[in-house]
């Protein structure tokens, strides 16, 4: 199932951007099996709630022995990637650096993710999400006027500037190696994809189009047109009625006359009149006045929610008792799926190094090197 089909790739485990990613490769077809430390890594709860894990079989070995390196080695042999999430230099240091996989598998595809980036200054220190966020730029963008900048969680650093980055840089060099036959690394660094996210931003900047002053331009609740509004019950709507047709309807399903948008000097009239309008009614009540309309009002729903539309699209399923995202995006003829609930660490090890060629299974096991939970 998927387009990846006949994909395999090796993963050394790490913990959130490179699973996710290897989490989205495995929903879009490739077979992805984790290797993962005798014991597990670091984990946010049970086994079967690590759902970035899911969807790719798990084997427990322990590299800091030489014969667990040597069995990883046969497995990229088999494979078209590997990824891993290492610091800089710790991947050489275990033998599994991209030269020796390269020595036995030139057209491997090699995935690196980091925060930092393979170079420069800060490559080999700590940082999390927020941190590629700040010296980016993109965290001193998120807030309102007067305000500090907010923290979007660890959606906007680890998974759209990191995760989806590494997939694309895989992918692409996945297919230029079918042309060259030869592998490559792919730099794949938070702070990187992140920067690289500002784009439209730092366009408009150079423009005069927006300011370093966040919370005062269009898309960053400077506008009152666009912003969340709290309603009568305390929970809250999104608005996005930039165009002049949308926010007409949004006007219009408020029942209010408010004064030109067009000169700022109104917004802050026209924001204390939103403020007032949307606190006359529920969210469900705004919901339904503004249900198949193009005025751009969404209700702000909590996580795994079941607004209509995404019961109809079944965006989100329940596998196991746990409720979760689908994968995405969606293909009309290979279609993807979400694959196996989260595995054990090692709960696949003989299995799957059989399966994949690795000589010794028995002895591997015997020896501690690799262990099936």
Not at 11 to 31: H, K, N, Q, T, V
Not at 226 to 248: L, M
Not at 363 to 372: D, F
């Amino acid at each position: 199932m998927g387009p990846l089909s006949g994909v395999r790739v090796v993963e050394l485990a790490g913990i959130g951007p490179a699973p996710f990613g290897c989490m989205l490769l495995a929903e879009l077809g490739a077979e992805v099996l984790r290797i993962e430390r005798p014991g597990g890594g670091l984990a946010m709860g049970p086994p079967e709630f690590e759902l970035l894990n899911r969807g790719r079989r798990s084997v427990a070995l322990d590299l800091k022995k030489p014969e667990a390196v040597a069995a990883v080695l046969q497995l990229v042999g088999q494979a078209d990637a590997l990824v891993e999430g290492f610091r800089p230099g710790v991947a050489e240091r275990l033998g599994l650096g991209p030269e020796d996989c390269w020595a036995v598998n030139r057209r491997l595809v090699y995935g690196r993710m980091t925060g930092w980036g393979q170079d420069g200054p800060l490559a080999q220190t700590a940082g999390h999400d927020i941190d590629y966020l700040g010296l980016s730029g993109a965290l001193h963008a998120i807030g309102r006027a007067g305000g500090p900048p907010q923290v979007p969680a660890n959606l906007l650093g680890d998974f759209a500037g990191g995760s989806l980055y590494l997939v694309i840089g895989v992918l692409a060099a996945l297919y230029e190696a079918r042309s060259s036959g030869q592998g490559q690394v792919v730099d794949a660094a938070i702070v990187d994809g992140s920067a690289h996210l500002t784009t439209m931003l730092l366009g408009a900047l150079a423009a005069g189009n927006w300011s370093q002053q966040r919370g005062t331009n269009l898309l960053d609740t400077g506008a009152p047109f666009y912003d969340v509004y709290e309603t009568a019950d305390g929970q809250y709507v999104g608005v996005g009625a930039i165009e002049p047709a949308f926010y007409d309807q949004l006007i219009a399903g408020l029942g209010i006359a408010v004064p030109d948008r067009n000169d700022p000097a109104n917004w802050p009239e026209l924001r204390k009149q939103l403020v007032d309008a949307f606190r006359q009614r529920t969210q469900a009540e705004w919901t339904e006045v503004f249900d198949n309309s193009d005025a751009c009002v969404a209700p702000v729903l909590p996580l795994a929610g079941d607004h209509p539309h995404l019961v109809a699209r079944e965006i989100f399923r329940e596998q196991d008792g746990v409720r979760q995202p689908a994968p995405a995006p969606r293909f009309s003829r290979t279609a993807t799926g979400l694959g196996d609930a989260p595995a054990r660490p090692g709960q696949h090890t003989r299995e799957a190094l059989t399966d994949w060629g690795v000589t010794d299974v028995d002895e591997l096991l015997r020896s501690g090197a690799a262990v099936q939970n």
